[in-house]
């Protein structure tokens, strides 16, 4: 079984729409999750952590239930700049340091 | 300006050599990573290191090795062994022992094995 996983979409969205993304996790001991995201043929970039209480970020919010082990990705009014791969992280952090697993990414294309 | 860099951006080999990747950070991190992406899938892990001087080997660690001989410094050298080498690679680096850290990542090296 995989570490985190995701559904891999493609989701295809007109300009102002809202799209939500969610991610599982397997190991109930993971410790900090994170949303990257990732530009095509560039590399992955911190797009926000998410809390235990949610948070917001403008038009971004990201939620985590420890209990179902998921965290969610919501992107209101979406624009066309927000096409792009969005990936799940999650540091589990062992005794032997931090261990971050990724998941295969969603693919978001915002349509004019 | 604090960050990783990685170069050079594009390498191209002829099957049966060995290629250094190189990668420096200036964020002062202890922990350092080499990441694989192919197209369409996930990153996968190749090796990893916490501290000077020790590294571990990730999930896909064989045909590749590095170093740290220094704190900045983590290259990654990917050996004729490595069956199927063309890829995008991901240099990261973190705070060790700071669960909430998150990983930054240079901008990459893409290499074709001709």
């Known amino acids: 079984r995989k570490e985190v996983e995701q559904d891999p979409g493609p989701f295809n969205v007109p300009e102002g729409a809202t799209v939500a993304f969610n991610c599982t996790y397997s190991n109930s001991a993971s410790q900090s999750f994170f949303w990257y995201r990732q530009d095509c043929r560039k590399e992955p970039k911190l797009l926000m952590s998410v809390y235990s209480s949610g948070n917001e970020d403008g038009r971004f919010t990201a939620q985590l239930n420890r209990a179902s082990q998921y965290i969610s990705l919501l992107i209101r009014d979406s624009k066309l700049s927000d096409s792009a791969t969005y990936l799940c992280v999650v540091n589990i952090s062992p005794n032997t340091g931090n261990q971050f697993y990724f998941g295969t990414g969603t693919s978001l294309t915002v349509i004019p | 300006d604090g960050g990783i860099t990685q170069s050079p951006k594009y390498l191209f080999r002829k099957e049966g050599q060995n290629v250094t990747l190189s990668c420096e950070q200036n964020?002062?991190?202890?922990?350092m990573y080499w990441y694989r992406q192919d197209p369409g899938q996930g990153l996968r892990l190749i090796y990893y290191s916490q501290i000077v001087n020790d590294f571990q080997k990730g999930d896909i660690a064989e045909g590749y090795s590095v170093s740290r001989e220094k704190k900045e410094s983590f290259p990654l050298t990917v050996t004729s062994a490595q069956k199927n080498p063309t890829a995008f690679y991901l240099c990261?680096?973190?705070?060790?022992?700071?669960?909430?850290?998150?990983?930054?990542f240079g901008p990459g090296t893409r290499l074709t094995v001709l």
């Open positions: 990261a680096s973190s705070m060790a022992g700071v669960s909430t850290d998150t990983q930054y």
């Open positions: 964020l002062n991190h202890d922990a």
